[in-house]
């Protein structure tokens, strides 16, 4: 069955450092998400893509985030100068439909420490 | 704010009894999803709904669009079922909104 993966499974790293977390979303699946969910907290949206796009964000995902789909297979999520506070599990999905009714497929995600 | 509630928070059940967990919006939405986190972290959709009832195996969901209301049932509860579950709403964009979980524990 096909499914969502996430590398690593778990970041550590220094504060201000830039990380990259990378996603291998299903193959056929054209709407990509990131999600992030700190220790004991609920889940939060961070951003939508389509078609190399963001569509859209959360004011989470401010200009220290940014993804990419540098190929057909992978998406990535870019955090330029980590501050402590984005410790958290950070998950990827993907759905084959978008405008929020699509069964969305989630990754394992990367647990992300920020010393 | 919270766009997404939920209730009850924590939830035990003695094997095989019928299972409710609530969710309310605020937000107009396009879809609600009810998701299940496993004790080790890993989120499964469970159901997407924008209008009426779904039913997968002991599971069931349905949501009252005018109400801004949805449940999700689980009858004859198994330990297995134990898990925070998660409602979810998506608006007409691609933005989603997620409540706190509820964290049930079926007990044998």
């Known amino acids: 069955e096909p499914e969502v993966t996430q590398t690593p499974s778990h970041q550590v790293t220094q504060m201000g450092q830039e990380v990259i977390l990378r996603c291998v979303p299903i193959s056929n699946h054209l709407y990509f998400y990131w999600y992030r969910q700190i220790l004991g907290q609920k889940v939060e949206f961070l951003v939508s893509?389509?078609?190399?796009?963001?569509?859209?964000k959360s004011e989470i995902f401010d200009d220290q985030f940014s993804v990419e789909r540098p190929d057909g297979s992978n998406f990535t999520l870019k955090i330029r100068s980590t501050k402590l506070e984005d410790s958290a599990m950070y998950f990827c999905?993907?759905?084959?439909?978008?405008?929020?009714?699509?069964?969305?497929?989630f990754g394992p995600g990367t647990r992300l420490t920020v010393l | 704010k919270n766009e997404v509630e939920q209730s009850p928070q924590n939830l035990t059940a003695q094997e095989g009894e019928f299972i409710t967990i609530n969710c309310s919006y605020s937000?107009?939405?396009?879809?609600l999803h009810w998701l299940q986190q496993h004790p080790g972290g890993g989120i499964v959709s469970l159901f997407m709904l924008s209008s009426g009832k779904k039913k997968h195996g002991r599971l069931i969901a349905t949501i009252n669009i005018q109400e801004k209301h949805s449940s999700l049932h689980i009858t004859a509860s198994h330990p297995r079922d134990s898990a925070v579950y998660i409602c979810a709403v998506g608006n007409t964009g691609n933005q989603f909104y997620f409540g706190t979980g509820t964290s049930l524990t079926v007990i044998p």
């Open positions: 999905a993907s759905s084959g439909v978008g405008g929020s009714v699509g069964e969305q497929f």
């Open positions: 893509f389509y078609n190399n796009e963001i569509s859209e």
């Open positions: 937000v107009g939405i396009s879809a």
